[in-house]
C-alpha cells in the first residue's frame, strides 16, 4: 500500500545524512577511497584529484584496499557513535573498479551490516552491475547526469569520451552511450527499491540551461532527490579549465538553477561536496585522524 511504502522510504532515510536534511546533524558518513580508476573523462577533472562528481574537487584521498577498508570502518564505528553510512565516492568511479567496489560490500555487509551503503557513480556501467548492487543490499546510489540532451551535443562539451567496448568513445557519440546507460541504470534501480539521487555539476555557460531539463527528466523516473553542486573550477585542478577558460559556478547561479529545477525535483541544498575518504557528520572532515596504523593492524 501507498502507506507502507512511505514508511520503507522514511526507514531507508531517516539515519541518512544526505538523504535527509533533519539526519545530517544527528548522523555520520564515512567514505572509503577504494576505486580509484575511472571510466569516463570528464573536462573538469584531471585525474590527479578525487572525482569531482561526488567530491570537493583539488583534493587527493589515500586509496585503501577492500580489507583495509573494511578495518578502517570498524575502527570509525568504534569513534564515532552516530556513524550511519558508508559511502564509496571514488577517487575514481565506484563501478569501474567493480572487483574492489563489491568485495568492500561484501566484507561490510558480513561485519557491519548495521551500516547503510551508498555508492556514487557516472552511472556508465550502472545496468551491468544492477544484480550486484541489489545483492549488498546496496540502498542508496547517487548517479551524476549532467544533461538530458539525446542529440550528445551538449554532453559532447561535457564530456570529452567514454570507454566503452574496450574502446573511446569520443564526442557526441560517447555522450549519448553515457546517457543511455545513466537513463536505464536509474530506472533499473528505481524498480528495485533503491533510493536514487542525482547530482548534476553545474557548468556556466554549457549546461545551465540543460538542468532544468534534468530535473523535469529525474522527476519523471522517480528520482529521490537532485543536488545541484557548483563547478568549482581552478587551473591547477585542471576542472576545464583548458578547454574554454571555463570558469566557476557562482552563489547566484546555483541559486537560480536551484530555482528552476525546484519546480520538478526535491532538491539537496545541504551538500558540502565532500573527499572521497571524508569521515564524520557533513561539513565536518575527521578524515586526518584516522591514519592508518590506527587501523591495519586490527585483526
Ligand atoms: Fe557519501 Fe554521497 Fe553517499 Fe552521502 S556524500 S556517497 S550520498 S554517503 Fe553527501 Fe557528501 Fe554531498 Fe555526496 S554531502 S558530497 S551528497
Ligand atoms: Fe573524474 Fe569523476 Fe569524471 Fe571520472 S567521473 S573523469 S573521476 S570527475
Known amino acids: 500500500t501507498h502507506d507502507s511504502l512511505e514508511q520503507e522510504v522514511m526507514d531507508k532515510i ?30 573538469y577533472c584531471n585525474r590527479k584529484f578525487d572525482c569531482s562528481n561526488e567530491s570537493r574537487p583539488g583534493v587527493t584521498s589515500a586509496k585503501l584496499s577492500p580489507e583495509d577498508a573494511v578495518k578502517k570502518v570498524l575502527y570509525v564505528g568504534g ?144 528520482v529521490f532527490l537532485h543536488n545541484i553542486m557548483p563547478l568549482l573550477s581552478k587551473e591547477e585542478f585542471g576542472t576545464y579549465y583548458g578547454l574554454n577558460g571555463q570558469r566557476s559556478a557562482s552563489d547566484q547561479e546555483v541559486m537560480e538553477a536551484q530555482e528552476a529545477c525546484g519546480m520538478d525535483m526535491k532538491l539537496m541544498s545541504h551538500c558540502r561536496q565532500c573527499r572521497a575518504d571524508a569521515v564524520g557528520l557533513i561539513g565536518e572532515d575527521r578524515g586526518d585522524e584516522f591514519t592508518p596504523d590506527l587501523f591495519k593492524t586490527m585483526t
Open 14 to 43: 531517516n539515519n541518512h545524512p544526505c538523504y535527509s536534511e533533519g539526519a545530517h546533524q544527528h548522523y555520520a558518513r564515512i567514505h572509503v577511497a577504494v576505486a580509484p580508476a575511472c571510466n569516463i573523462q570528464c573536462h
Open 79 to 222: 569513534e564515532i557513535q552516530q556513524l550511519s553510512v558508508v559511502g564509496i565516492a571514488g577517487p575514481g568511479d565506484a563501478l569501474a573498479n567493480p572487483a574492489k567496489t563489491f568485495e568492500t560490500f561484501r566484507l561490510l555487509q558480513e561485519k557491519a551490516p548495521d551500516l547503510k551503503l551508498c555508492l556514487s557513480t557516472n552511472g556508465l556501467r550502472l545496468p551491468e552491475f544492477i544484480d550486484e548492487i541489489v545483492k549488498y543490499n546496496v540502498d542508496h546510489v547517487t548517479v551524476t547526469i549532467n544533461s538530458v540532451d539525446q542529440s550528445g551535443e551538449i554532453g559532447s562539451k561535457i564530456y570529452p569520451w567514454v570507454h566503452w567496448n574496450h574502446k573511446k568513445v569520443f564526442g557526441a557519440q560517447g555522450a549519448k552511450i553515457l546517457l543511455e546507460q545513466q537513463l536505464k541504470g536509474i530506472k533499473m534501480l528505481v524498480e528495485r527499491g533503491i533510493l536514487v539521487k542525482a547530482n548534476s555539476v553545474l557548468i556556466p555557460g554549457v549546461n545551465d540551461k540543460e538542468l532544468p531539463n534534468v530535473a523535469k527528466k529525474l522527476k519523471e523516473l522517480n
